[in-house]
């Protein structure tokens, strides 16, 4: 195993390079853990829950098992990158996520643009809000990856498939650096207001804060088109308007002033 995957008493070289675009290092801690992966393949690692501070997990059972330990042996907190597809409904997550909620395990989630057209995650999020989740909305979410305390991470390797196998990391110099490219991350996403869509605010048309809610979260003239099921030269009409009304020079800057204005 490559030193930078060992425990360090000094910072790690994850910490520097974090310092610039917490994206730019999540894509290179990304690579850097696909090359793991493929050493562990290559040496016949199998999938287990207890050992080294890297373990290889290739099957979906074993996926799900995983990642409900995690959640079930978190105290404090649990934190996520969440982005379809889903090697199962987020449906039959969700009872085990309220559980932990109410037993005070506190939960953030940093969610992609897909979360707009995911009817799944969008039917489950409700009630998770309700319950106390804590959630953001990003353009672009580069894997998936769940954290319980500061213990462990179970990172998926794909981006735009179920993947063909996942990481377990333990405590260690690059678990710290996943951790804190998290919190940057957090820092740029866009609070997600509470679901489903409903109510107006001064000001607004029926449909501006939906359609405010899904530029922060970096969907397309298309993509917001297809969702509120409106026209796509009312959809341009709109999103000129309101960019013009916000001082917003890009689309992402308008999702940033709408939530300083609480307008979503």
């Not at 999540?26 to 080294?52: T, W, Y």
Request: hydrophobic fraction near 40%.
């Amino acid at each position: 195993m490559p030193d930078e995957f060992e425990d360090q008493d000094g910072p790690s070289p994850v910490h520097h390079s974090i310092l610039t675009d917490p994206l730019d290092e999540l894509d290179a801690q990304l690579s850097r853990l696909r090359n793991v992966a493929d050493e562990l393949r290559g040496s016949r690692g199998k999938p287990i829950f207890a050992g080294d501070q890297v373990e290889l997990i290739e099957d979906g059972p074993t996926l799900l098992r995983t990642y409900e330990r995690l959640q079930e042996d978190a105290q404090r907190e649990v934190r996520v990158l969440d982005r379809p597809p889903y090697v199962t409904p987020p449906s039959s997550q969700q009872q085990l996520e309220l559980d932990r909620l109410r037993a005070g395990v506190g939960y953030r989630a940093i969610y992609g643009t897909e979360v707009f057209e995911s009817q799944d995650i969008l039917g489950v999020l409700p009630a998770l809000q309700s319950a106390g989740e804590v959630s953001r909305v990003l353009a672009q979410v580069p894997m998936k990856m769940a954290v319980g305390d500061d213990d462990t991470a179970l990172i998926g390797l794909t981006k735009r498939a179920v993947g063909d196998y996942h990481l377990l990391i333990r405590s260690s110099g690059l678990l710290d650096g996943l951790i804190a490219t998290f919190e940057m991350l957090w820092g740029l996403a866009i609070p997600m207001p509470g679901l489903p869509f409903s109510g107006e605010f001064s000001g607004l048309r029926p449909r501006d804060r939906d359609i405010l809610l899904l530029l922060a979260g970096g969907a397309t003239d298309d993509k917001i088109s297809r969702h509120l099921r409106i026209s796509p030269r009312t959809t341009q009409r709109r999103v000129r308007a309101l960019m013009e009304s916000l001082g917003a020079q890009t689309r992402f800057q308008a999702g940033v002033q709408a939530a300083r204005r609480r307008w979503i």
